[in-house]
C-alpha cells in the first residue's frame, strides 16, 4: 500500500471510527453478538473458462473497519459434476480497500482471463473515484492452482 492511500485510509478510519463508536456505542453495547458476526462478502466478478475453471473475485468486509475489505480471488475446478474450490489468494492487502467503492458501480477495472493453461489472469480494481483504478495484478492458473504472473 502507499504511504499516499495509508495515510488517506487512516484519516478516513480514524474518522468513520469515532462517528461510528458516537452513533452505535450504546447499541454494540447491549448486543452480545457484534464482534461475532460473519463478514459480509459480494462477488464482484466471475468467469466460466470452459469447463475447466471458475474464477470469481469477491469483496469481504472487514469486521475491524466497515470501511474496509479484502478482495478473494477463488479458482473452482469443475469435478464431479460440481464446481469445487481448488485455491484461492487475496488480491492486494487483507483490509487494503475501501468496501463502497468494491461494491460499487466501476469497481472492477479489468478482469481478464483466457480458456489456456496455464490461465492468464489480469485484475485492476477501483481505489477510489478521485484516485482511480488499482494498477494491474497478474496471475496464471494452472491446475487449478494461482501463481503470480
Do not use: N
Request: aromatic share 8%; glycine share 10%.
Amino acid at each position: 500500500m502507499s504511504f499516499v492511500r495509508h495515510h488517506r485510509r487512516s484519516l478516513a478510519v480514524a474518522g468513520c471510527s469515532l462517528l461510528t463508536a458516537a452513533v452505535l456505542g450504546t447499541a454494540a453495547a447491549g448486543s452480545s453478538s457484534a464482534g461475532t458476526a460473519a463478514p459480509r462478502t459480494r462477488t464482484i466478478a466471475s468467469s466460466v473458462l470452459g469447463t475447466d475453471y471458475k474464477i470469481t473475485l469477491t469483496a469481504v468486509r472487514s469486521t475491524a473497519d466497515p470501511t474496509a475489505a479484502s478482495v478473494r480471488l477463488q479458482v473452482y475446478t469443475h469435478t464431479g459434476g460440481a464446481w469445487t474450490e481448488s485455491d484461492r489468494v487475496t488480491v492486494g492487502e487483507v483490509d487494503g480497500w475501501f468496501w463502497y467503492p468494491l461494491t460499487g458501480s466501476g469497481a472492477v477495472c479489468d478482469f481478464s482471463t483466457a480458456s489456456t493453461e496455464p490461465a492468464p489472469l489480469t485484475v485492476s480494481l477501483l481505489i477510489t473515484p478521485s484516485i482511480g483504478c488499482s494498477e494491474p495484478t497478474h496471475y496464471v492458473v494452472k491446475q487449478g492452482r494461482v501463481f503470480a504472473g
